[in-house]
């Protein structure tokens, strides 16, 4: 796995392990829910695991078939390829090194899942084009995921556009972004040994506890403090004079503390936790499609029949995130809640600290220091 450097030097992870993330989207769940599964035992233990998991959350994939492998999809091909030119243009501009981290990808097609930028393809793999490699079909063909399928390094596992949330080419671009971020988490060393540290499993090794665990989202006091703190949230994003939003933001901050410590210790861990993995994912998709107001895209690209302009796709989704979680209430939304809490929070420390993310690594599951 790799090491970041540079910012991220002092990061608190220990030794680096093997984790994944996971996004099934268009299951009995609710909406796009992203799962982390940690297993306590070696790779392949661990990634027995991981598949089990991805079966009990996700439809059955189809039973293998013997075919030989088929030919990628032309436009499967050229939306891969535009993510990695994306990424290459975008990454960097976001979280420092970013482009350090490795970004294979399983595209999972009808009959055939499709790797690329693997540094190993597995055996059961073969050749059908520079850089992709082909086998019959395992997962769900609506799977979004990211977990180290094949052992570290994790694997950007996604469905086409049309079998997923995302629909369309340039919304599953983002996507696809949104899961290499999860990539660059990680690939943090020791990010496995800090989750298993953070005690939440409570038994569970099929990191299954990451959904399941038992926050008390129902609880009508607490439902009511959401609800108040996501507004002071909002009021201070929509402020635009600066005097007005230092004393908006100093209302949010004292107000989060408040929250945060009506709740008991392991449910303040896993629901910071929640917001620094998935809100900061959600916040990284957006403020890519911002970043890629300007970007030109091929031309073979522009002329998918489902491709959409980048030039305000990025504050169409700013908008949207924030409308959403206007509505959002902690009892209906649950775990799905942190998605948009936390992509707000990660655009209002965009104002408090424009370099509020040279320390998001150094502090592991948890915003906290940030609203100090
Ligand atoms: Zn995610």
């Given at each position: 796995m790799p090491t970041l450097r540079g910012r991220q030097k002092g990061a608190t992870f220990g030794k680096s392990s093997p984790s994944w993330i996971?996004?099934?989207?268009?299951?009995?769940?609710?909406?796009?829910?992203?799962?982390?599964?940690?297993?306590?035992?070696?790779?392949?233990?661990?990634?027995r695991g991981a598949i089990l998991t991805l079966l009990v959350t996700a439809p059955l994939a189809a039973q293998t078939p013997a075919a030989a492998p088929a030919q990628l999809p032309a436009?499967?091909?050229?939306?891969?390829?535009?993510?990695?030119?994306l990424a290459a243009e975008v990454q960097d501009r976001i979280w420092p090194l970013w482009s350090a981290t490795?970004?294979?990808?399983?595209?999972?097609?009808?009959?055939?899942?499709?790797?690329?930028?693997?540094?190993a393809p597995p055996p059961d793999f073969k050749k059908v084009a520079e850089d992709f490699y082909a086998r019959p079909r395992h997962f769900p063909t609506n799977l979004l995921a990211t977990f180290p399928a094949f052992g570290p390094p994790s694997v950007i596992v996604i469905g086409e556009p049309a079998n997923t949330d995302a629909k369309t080419s340039t919304p599953w671009l983002f996507v696809v972004l949104?899961?290499?971020?999860?990539?660059?988490?990680?690939?943090q060393?020791?990010?496995?040994?800090?989750t298993e540290d953070l005690g939440l499993a409570r038994g569970d090794t099929s990191g299954m506890w990451m959904l399941n665990y038992p926050f008390p989202y129902g609880d009508a006091a607490l439902g009511r403090a959401f609800a108040h703190l996501r507004d002071t949230l909002l009021a201070a994003l929509r402020e635009p004079d600066a005097a007005k939003f230092a004393a908006l933001a100093a209302e949010y901050k004292a107000e989060r503390k408040q929250f945060l410590a009506q709740l008991a210790p392991d449910d303040r861990k896993y629901l910071s936790f929640q917001i620094w993995q998935e809100g900061i994912a959600r916040y990284t998709q957006v403020v890519a499609a911002e970043a890629a107001a300007g970007y030109r895209p091929t031309a073979e690209y522009a002329a998918?029949?489902?491709?959409?302009?980048?030039?305000?796709?990025?504050?169409?989704?700013?908008?949207?995130?924030?409308?959403a979680l206007k509505h959002v209430e902690l009892a209906t939304a649950q775990r799905v809640a942190v998605y948009p809490?936390?992509?707000?929070?990660?655009?209002?420390?965009?104002r408090?600290?424009?370099?509020?993310?040279?320390?998001?690594?150094?502090?592991?599951?948890?915003?906290?220091?940030?609203?100090e």
């Open positions: 996971g996004c099934v989207p268009g299951t009995r769940l609710p909406r796009i829910l992203c799962i982390m599964t940690i297993l306590l035992d070696g790779p392949i233990a661990f990634l436009d499967d091909a050229i939306r891969i390829r535009e993510f990695y030119r490795p970004a294979p990808l399983l595209l999972v097609t009808s009959e055939t899942e499709f790797l690329t930028h693997h540094p949104h899961e290499h971020f999860h990539q660059l988490q990680n690939a060393p020791g990010n496995f040994k800090a998918l029949p489902d491709a959409s302009p980048f030039a305000t796709y990025g504050q169409e989704m700013r908008a949207q995130t924030l409308e809490f936390g992509c707000a929070e990660g655009f209002l420390l965009d408090l600290d424009p370099k509020w993310k040279d320390g998001y690594f150094r502090h592991p599951f948890t915003l906290d220091p940030f609203f």
